[in-house]
Structure formats: C-alpha cells, structure tokens
C-alpha cells in the first residue's frame, strides 16, 4: 500500500478531485432482445446473464449497474454485450479507468439507495449524482492491479471449491448405489420413525425459553420458544431424539438432514422426525450421507409430504460397520472441505474475500481536493 500512498502525496498533495457521475460517465438503458437471433454475445439482466445474442448494445469495457432487483450485483463486461431494461450500461469517459470504476461503485453499496418499496429500484438521477474521485490514471492503474490479485486468488479457490463438490457429489452417490457385495435392506429394517410430542401455538412464545424449531427454520435460527418446564416435561414423557441423532424434514425440502447436537431444543411433531436406529448396526452419520441421495417417494399432492410408511419402505445399502466408518470417514472430510464455514474451502474464500473488502475500501478511500 506504501506504494499508492507515495504516488497520492507525490501526484495529488493538496488531495483528489470527486465529480458528479454525469461528467464522467454516461448511463444508458436496455433494451428488449427477443427480436434478435441467438448467437454468442451474452445478454445481461439484474442477475447475471440470460441468455445469448448475434447483435450487441456495446463492445465494451463497460460497467453494467442494476435498475431493478440485486441492486448489489455490479457487472465488469470487457466484450460485446446485449443488456436489457432492468440493468443500466455505461459509456466511460477518459477520465477513468473502466476497471477502477467498477471497483470503486463496489464500494457504494447500490443497495442502499434503493428508492421502491417493492422491487429494489433506482434511477439514472440518483446515479448522476453520486461523487466519484478522480485520481490520475497511472494511480487508477496501479490500484486496479493490486485488487485484480485479490479477486483472481477468489476466483481460483471458488473454481477449486466446485471441482471438491463434483467430487463430493460423485463419492456419495458411488457410496450408496447398491452392489453385490452388499445387502439393501429398507429404512424400516434400521429402525421406527420418531417425532417430537405436538406443540401447539398457544404452547410457544416469540423469545425466551427453548427453541422450537418449525419446518421453515429448521436446519436454521428458531423464531418461535416453549417454556423450560413444558420442554422438561415432554422430554422425559415422550421420545426425544439422542445426541448425534439424524433428523429430517418430511415436508417441504423433503429429506433435509440434520445432526442433533444435544443443545435443548424441540422439534415441530410430523414435520421433522427421525429414524431411532442401533447404531451397532448402522452409524448415524451413514444414514446423514444416505438421506442426501436417498430416492425419497413422496405425496404427490399440493404440498410435497414424506409419510411414514415412505420414508420406511425407502431402500438402503447397508453394508458391514467397519465399511460403514471407512465410508462416513471418506466423507466426513468432503464435507468439512466444501461446507465448513470455520476451516474449509468456504471458510478461506470468505477470509479471502474479507481481505479483499478491506483493502479495496482502503485502496479506494481519497482525500477530497479542497
């Protein structure tokens, strides 16, 4: 960094001059693109690009901004494009360096200016107002290098990450596709199905007490409690699943799986259940992999529900323990390497990109010229 702040004092002593957006760069709209013809050039909406064209609005370099939608989602277009009305393109004066422009609206927070109450919207007015420094080019340059490292080791550790998922993928279903050499068996065979004894809504409270978990947050933050004495009660009158016990959602996102960690919490009844199984014979993390890829057959009504005599009649591989901890081990590492948000991949990417944010902010921050 001693670099840029050397050229700063050197270039700019008495500070960097900050100009309305209009004088440095000018905002143009989208336009429909269903009368073209398909071909290669992509075409930009608020979320990325959907779909491809043989004409283009611009060749480029250009900074696509949001007008509707992920007001938060800026887009740096080095080739032709096509962009429709719900992403502004912009033409870049001399004055700046497109790519310094694009870091620099990073740091704006676009989402912030939203002026709808709906669909997150803003205007070309609000844009040409906001104030963009203007450092000299060769300082623009320089920042530009320095945070294109940044976000070329992000892109190179999120492609790493993909290619871990791929292979996570490809093991889990190699794991639990059945073989000669082992028995499938039923989930029925494992063990019965258990719920949580039935809360009702005047039984739960929006703070204090345990944590109920209902099917929409579920896997997630409780926004719904019962008391510490009902939650006592029906722990010990009825079943309650065991520390490392396997639930699953059997409504909505059907076969959602969690480990119960055996912090005190309760579990809405019919909606999230568990298997009660032995584990001398099948391991709960074996069936936390299994109920990943398990073929789930469920209602086929209006509202997607897994019943019990489904969920028990789903086949199983279920081979040997020893093979069984040989296979939840293999896995176990996948899962930490791509989902582990304190010391996987995830967790590199978001240090990384904390890093990033850090220095570009700092990077990007000019004394204003008096």
């Known amino acids: 960094m001693s670099h840029i702040d050397d050229l700063i004092r050197d270039l700019c002593p008495n500070g960097v001059e900050h100009k309305p957006l209009r004088e440095l760069v000018h905002i143009k709209n989208g336009r429909d693109f269903k009368h073209l013809k398909q071909g290669d050039i992509p075409v930009y ?20 901004i949001p007008r509707k939608g992920s007001l938060n989602k800026l887009y740096f277009v080095e080739g032709p494009f096509w962009n429709v009305d719900t992403i502004f393109y912009t033409q870049i004066g001399e004055q700046l360096e497109p790519k310094f422009f694009y870091y620099y609206f990073q740091t704006l927070h676009l989402e912030r200016m939203n002026q709808a109450g709906g669909v997150p919207s803003l205007t070309q007015r609000t844009l040409n107002e906001l104030k963009i420094p203007t450092p000299p080019i060769s300082i623009q340059w320089e920042i530009v290098k320095i945070l294109d490292q940044f976000t070329e080791l992000e892109a190179e550790l999120e492609a790493g990450l993909g290619v871990r998922k791929q292979q996570y993928s490809h093991y889990l279903n190699h794991f639990f596709t059945s073989n000669a050499n082992t028995r499938t ?60 016990s396997i639930l699953i959602s059997a409504a909505g996102t059907i076969g959602r799986a969690v480990r119960y960690d055996g912090k005190d919490a309760y579990f809405q009844d019919s909606n999230i259940v568990w298997i009660e199984n032995d584990e001398t014979l099948v391991l709960n993390r074996y069936l936390f992999y ?5 073929n789930w057959k469920t209602d086929d009504g209006t509202i997607k529900r897994l019943y019990n005599d489904r969920l ?5 591989p279920i081979p040997p323990l020893s093979e069984q901890h040989r296979i939840v081990d293999c896995l176990d590492k996948f899962d930490t390497l791509v989902n582990d948000l304190t010391s996987g991949l995830p967790a590199e990417i978001e240090a990384r990109r904390r890093q990033y944010e850090y220095y570009r902010d700092r990077l990007l921050t000019f004394p204003e010229k008096k």
């Open 45 to 64: 909406g608020s979320g990325g690009i959907i779909s491809y064209v043989n004409e283009c609005t611009s060749r480029g370099p250009s900074v696509l």
């Open 185 to 244: 068996r039923t989930l029925r065979d494992v063990g019965p199905v258990r719920m949580c004894k039935r809360i009702t809504k005047n039984q739960t409270s929006q703070q204090g007490g345990v944590p109920f978990y209902k099917i929409r947050t579920f896997g997630g933050t409780a926004d719904a409690y019962i008391s510490r004495e009902l939650y006592n009660e029906y722990k010990e009158q009825y079943h309650f699943p065991k520390p490392g």
């Open 290 to 294: 299994f109920y990943k890829v398990a």
């Open 312 to 316: 028990l009649n789903t086949a199983i």
